[in-house]
């Protein structure tokens, strides 16, 4: 999520479920949550505030900076990931990928006896 401008893993809400019943009366959270996994463990903690929830987030992430850092898979750039799933370092980057694959995909395009394209998918086994 988004916070101050900045991408951070993970996400922080207000937790209103039920806590327990008192006096046969029910009595409910009033609590911010942080939620968030880094290096496949969860990290959750409670707190007063948002901007307390949103500054744990952040902490968070300065532990585990390394997490935010990716390598470009046009490139091999090393670059920030800015948001949750980021496989290269600028959409030139991603297009450039993209653009590879189709012009593979043109050895296997078939022409018709009209001279029309067929868009046939040949997946050449094993690969
Ligand atoms: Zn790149």
């Known amino acids: 999520m988004m916070i101050n401008g900045e991408w ?19 009595h409910f959270h009033d609590s911010w949550r942080i939620d968030v996994v880094y290096d ?8 007063k505030t ?3 929830a949103e500054k744990a987030l952040l902490l968070l992430k300065e532990q585990h900076i390394e997490e ?10 090393v670059f920030e990931v800015c948001s949750g799933y980021q496989r290269f370092c600028s959409p030139g ?5 993209r ?3 189709r012009r593979r995909s043109l050895g296997f395009m078939v022409l ?15 690969k």
């Open 8 to 26: 951070v893993k993970g996400c922080y809400y207000l937790d209103r479920s039920l806590k327990e019943y008192r006096n046969n009366r029910p």
């Open 40 to 47: 496949n463990h969860r990290f959750r903690s409670r707190h």
């Open 50 to 52: 948002a901007a307390e």
């Open 68 to 77: 935010y850092v990716a390598t470009c898979e046009w490139c091999g750039r």
């Open 93 to 97: 980057c991603k297009a450039a990928y």
């Open 99 to 101: 653009n590879q694959w």
């Open 112 to 126: 018709d006896e009209h001279g029309r394209r067929l868009t046939q998918k040949v997946i050449p086994k094993g």
